[in-house]
């Protein structure tokens, strides 16, 4: 009885600080340490996915040449990438991952402005310093690099050269010039210090085009040499939004080659927000059908079975926030599914109880010998779901399927703690309440 009215503590315990963890006004956990050092400190957080909270999700292929190498050190690059720019366009809880050899998954939740972000993301943001010498491109038109100027040039057929690149950057912002015009300023790193002071000085006179991506962003005439590393881009299609895209993409670096968005799907807010409340709705619907069940068949042992379900509700949710683990529609699938597999091994102990109570076994040693009998059916039905689980988590990160990553996250977690409270919590109750119990007294009680 000492043993099991310790494990009653220890139970409260960790439900009461799962129930804390779980109420919307707790948003950070911190445990100071002696010496101004902190064990923990975070946020709490909920997480949720696009599909509840709105949002923008797209799959985007490489474009990759046939005799390119190292394709897989180039993915890894390009996801880099990817995931600085989504960083710098200040979404929080974005997802980013390469799905399959030549794709990258992108999600990002609460994005207001998906076509614009799209974007940002998917251009090669390639910026490069051109010698085009005399010749003056117009803003907005493509110039090939390594090529002759375009046909109809005032110099048809000379060659010109990029003498710079974004990769010389090494701070840059959005700014003001002294007219009032949105600029973006850089400052440039002590190799390209050298070359754009080296090339000013040469080159006055001359035209130094700025080129994006092959398009023309701009083309000064150098009047004078020019020292320090430092300078402006402008345009005169700048806004502040286009000249905040450009130094996202100057920012994170340029992509190893082209991505072209081969699907993508857009979910409103109000959508969103629509389904999460049907969401908890459904849920709360089917956690109460089942605990009326329980109690209606198993009596009392089922009132037991219940409260049980409520630790591990409030257990699994503390968990889900503490990770955290990003909530999606399936995620909440299979959260529901895991409540199923919980109830599942309360029957199975419950229907090995009620055997041994009808052979005249003492309720103490009914109980034990219930909890014993059913366990290894509760243990090979929660390892086979976890095995599954673990395809389903490998099938979903490489072929970019959060959807089935997050109804395999959700479950696992699930069933980690349907175990726990199968283990610790239901028969640790059961001894609590039932042992001092007579059976023959209350049968009735028990469903029998």
Partial sequence: MNRYLRSFIFIALLLAFAIWVDLPSTERLFIPLPGGNDLINRDIDTVLGLDLVGGVQALLQADVPPDAADIETNMEAARRVVENRVNGLGVSEAVVQQAGEDRILVELPGETDPETALQTIRETGLLEWVDTGSYSPVTGTELPTDYGLPEGAETEGTVYHTIMTGANIENVGVSTDEAGRIVVGFALDGDGEDIFYEHTRTHVGQFLTLVLDGVVISSPQINSAIPGG????????????????????????????????????????????????????????????????????????????????????????????????????????????????AVDANVLIFERLKEELRRDKPLRTAIDLGWNRAWPSIRDSNIATLITCGILFWFGSQFGATIVKGFSITLALGVLVSLFTAIIVTRTILHLVLDNIKFAEHPRWFGI
């Avoid at 920012?251 to 857009?266: C, D, H, K, N, Q």
């Avoid at 409103?268 to 969401?279: A, T, Y």
């Avoid at 908890?280 to 109460?288: S, T």
């Avoid at 219940?306 to 968990?319: D, E, N, P, R, V």
């Fill in 230 to 341: 430092s300078g402006s881009i402008s345009s005169p299609n700048f806004t502040y939004e286009t000249a905040n895209e450009l130094v996202v993409q100057l920012r994170s670096g340029s992509l190893p080659f082209a991505l072209e968005i081969v699907e993508s799907r857009t979910v409103g807010p109000s959508l969103g927000q629509d389904s999460l409340q049907k969401s908890l709705i459904a849920g709360v619907i089917g956690m109460v059908i089942v605990m009326l069940f329980m109690i209606l068949y198993y009596r009392l042992p089922g009132v037991i079975a219940a409260i049980a379900l409520i630790a591990y509700t409030a257990i699994s949710y503390a968990l889900f926030r503490l990770i955290p683990v990003t909530l999606t529609l399936p995620g909440i699938a299979g959260f529901v599914l895991s409540i199923g597999v």
